[in-house]
Nanobody, 124 residues
Framework: QVQLVESGGGSVQAGGSLRLSCAASGFTFRSYAMSWFRQAPGKEREALAI????????QYADSVKGRFVISRDNAQHTVWLQMNALKQEDSAMYYC?????????????????WGQGTQVTVSS
């Protein structure tokens, strides 16, 4: 069956870094653009970054541009999110997701597969 399994979350102090991983299985990974989202309690799910099927093109939300980097390895069926200069407001549950709808990548309804999430907590 399809699985997206996130890992790498945890607690970190403001200014620190974390690297999230998302391991995919059960579908043709190289045929899907991959994204990271986050959702904090009481807030809507926010699209953070997307990477194209070949890894050549990326887009970022303004809130993370210049701090976060998305990457993928199709041979390993894995996508990563390197998060630097973390802020308290980055605290949230982080999800990876797969889509074939690049043009509406910020809309969570565009996604076919979702992971269960990994928690990131940034303290002052």
């Amino acid at each position: 069956q399809v699985q997206l399994v996130e890992s790498g979350g945890g607690s970190v102090q403001a200014g620190g870094s974390l690297r999230l991983s998302c391991a995919a299985s059960g579908f043709t990974f190289r045929s899907y653009a991959m994204s990271w989202f986050r959702q904090a309690p009481g807030k809507e799910r926010e699209a953070l970054a997307i990477i194209s099927i070949d890894g050549a093109v990326t887009q970022y939300a303004d809130s993370v541009k210049g701090r976060f980097v998305i990457s993928r390895d199709n041979a390993q069926h894995t996508v990563w999110l390197q998060m630097n200069a973390l802020k308290q407001e980055d605290s949230a549950m982080y999800y990876c997701a797969a889509t074939q709808r690049w043009n509406t990548w910020t809309d969570s309804r565009s996604y076919t597969y979702w992971g269960q999430g990994t928690q990131v907590t940034v303290s002052s």
